[in-house]
């Protein structure tokens, strides 16, 4: 009986650690979703600009700003699976500016920050289209983006299913 009054404990304090202390004091894990960056750094605004050009409508330009997160995470971040247990001071990383610039693993937060950052701020996606959402994952919390494309929420996983060579429409949950 001991013994599972301390593992009930355990499993107690774990889950109020990552399931709630984490959303009160990890950038952008808020109850109520992140607010939108309001001061875009020129490189990022230049970005936008560049991906406005390629893009025909919404879904266009979802795809484009999803193919530009994916490519700095292959080539610049490196979000993998499984370093986010090892790297927790990477989670409090919050000025765009660093998360735009850094060669150095982020957590999911950071890149959809910098994800919902390049929708709003271009001319096809305002504040009220994108929805911050949290799922189990692998023991821990993990967040995606819901993005209203043309009336329709689409997910947009670039931390998790994105890395798993998965498209646009999807969000990791459960043990992946």
């Not at 959303?23 to 936008?48: D, T, W, Y």
């Not at 979802?62 to 699976?81: C, F, G, I, P």
């Not at 937060?109 to 799922?135: C, G, W």
Request: proline residues 3%.
């Amino acid at each position: 009986m001991n013994l599972f009054y301390w593992l009930f404990v355990i499993l107690c304090a774990y889950s109020l650690l990552v399931f709630f202390i984490s959303r009160l004091v990890v950038p952008f894990m808020e109850f109520g979703g992140f607010s939108p960056a309001k001061r875009i750094p020129e490189e990022i605004k230049a970005a936008i600009a560049d991906l406005e050009v390629r893009a025909t409508d919404q879904r266009s330009y979802l795809e484009a700003a999803y193919e530009l997160v994916m490519d700095k995470n292959q080539s610049q971040w490196n979000h993998t699976r499984f370093q986010a247990a090892f790297k927790m001071h990477r989670a409090f990383v919050s000025d765009l500016s660093e998360i735009w610039e850094t060669k150095e693993f982020i957590y999911c937060t950071a890149i959809n920050y910098l994800m919902a950052a390049l929708l709003v701020n271009s001319k096809y996606f305002r504040s009220e289209d994108i929805q911050v959402k949290h799922v189990f994952v692998n023991m821990f919390i993990h967040q995606y983006l819901k993005v209203n494309v043309n009336g329709k929420w689409v997910d947009v996983d670039p931390a998790g299913t994105g890395i798993r060579g998965k498209p646009i429409g999807t969000h990791l949950a459960g043990f992946g």
